[in-house]
T-cell receptor, first 113, second 113 residues
C-alpha cells in the first residue's frame, strides 16, 4: 500500500536554529498537509498546499514557518528560528480526490533544546 | 466543520465487539462522517467514512442514525492492536478535496487481553 514517507524520524536542534522537515507524499496525490502534535495533546492542522501554493493555514502557521515543494516528489516544512515550544511530532499528509485517500506519514519528532 | 462529541475513553476486552459513539447534532446535509484512528507513536490513519447509509470495510463498520445526528463505529472483534485514539470528523461534501481534516480529542480505546 502506498505510504507517505517522512525524514528524519527524530531531529534535535538548538533553539534559534533553522530546521527543515521532509516528506515524500503519495505519488498521485495532489494535496499536501502538515500537522503537529505536542506531546499529550491533539493533532493540530498547520497548513495545506495545492498547485504550488498554500491553500489553507492555521493561526499556528506564522511567519516562522514555510512550506515548499522543491521538486516533483518532496514536500518540506521549514521552521526558521526554532523555539522550545516548537517541540512536537510533525506529521505530513497527502490526499487525492476521493474520500478516504487522506494518508499520514509516521511523523518527525522535533526536539528543541 | 460541524462539531462532534465523543466520549473521552472506552475500554474493551480482546475478541469482543466495540461500539464507539459520536454525536453530531448540527450535521448538515452534505457533511460526510469520517473516522480516523491514531495508534501509539504513529500518524492518524483512515478507518471508514459514510454519508447516509451504513458502511462496511475490512477494518470496521459505520452505523449512521436515520436522522444523521449520531453515528457509531463498530469494531467487530477488538484486538490489542486496536488500542488507539479514534476520531470522528465531519467534512463538507460533495467531497472538498484538499480541505484540512480538523481533529478533536477523540476517544481513547483501551483493549485488555
Amino acid at each position: 500500500e502506498p505510504e507517505v514517507t517522512q525524514t528524519p524520524s527524530h531531529q534535535v536542534t538548538q533553539m534559534g536554529q533553522e530546521v527543515i522537515l521532509r516528506c515524500v507524499p503519495i505519488s498521485n496525490h495532489l494535496y499536501f498537509y502538515w500537522y503537529r502534535q505536542i506531546l499529550g495533546q491533539k493533532v493540530e492542522f498547520l497548513v495545506s498546499f495545492y498547485n504550488n501554493e498554500i491553500s489553507e493555514k492555521s493561526e499556528i502557521f506564522d511567519d516562522q514557518f514555510s512550506v515548499e515543494r522543491p521538486d516533483g516528489s518532496n514536500f518540506t516544512l521549514k521552521i526558521r528560528s526554532t523555539k522550545l515550544e516548537d517541540s512536537a511530532m510533525y506529521f505530513c499528509a497527502s490526499s487525492g480526490d476521493r474520500p478516504g485517500s487522506y494518508t499520514f506519514g509516521s511523523g518527525t519528532r522535533l526536539t528543541v533544546v | 466543520d460541524a462539531k462532534t462529541t465523543q466520549p473521552n475513553s472506552m475500554e474493551s476486552n480482546e475478541e469482543e465487539p466495540v461500539h464507539l459513539p459520536c454525536n453530531h447534532s448540527t450535521i448538515s446535509g452534505t457533511d460526510y462522517i469520517h473516522w480516523y484512528r491514531q495508534l501509539p507513536s504513529q500518524g492518524p490513519e483512515y478507518v471508514i467514512h459514510g454519508l447516509t447509509s451504513n458502511v462496511n470495510n475490512r477494518m470496521a463498520s459505520l452505523a449512521i442514525a436515520e436522522d444523521r445526528k449520531s453515528s457509531t463505529l463498530i469494531l467487530h472483534r477488538a484486538t490489542l492492536r486496536d488500542a488507539a485514539v479514534y476520531y470522528c470528523i465531519l467534512r463538507d461534501g460533495p467531497y472538498q478535496a484538499g480541505t484540512a481534516l480538523i481533529f478533536g480529542k477523540g476517544t481513547t480505546l483501551s483493549v485488555s487481553s
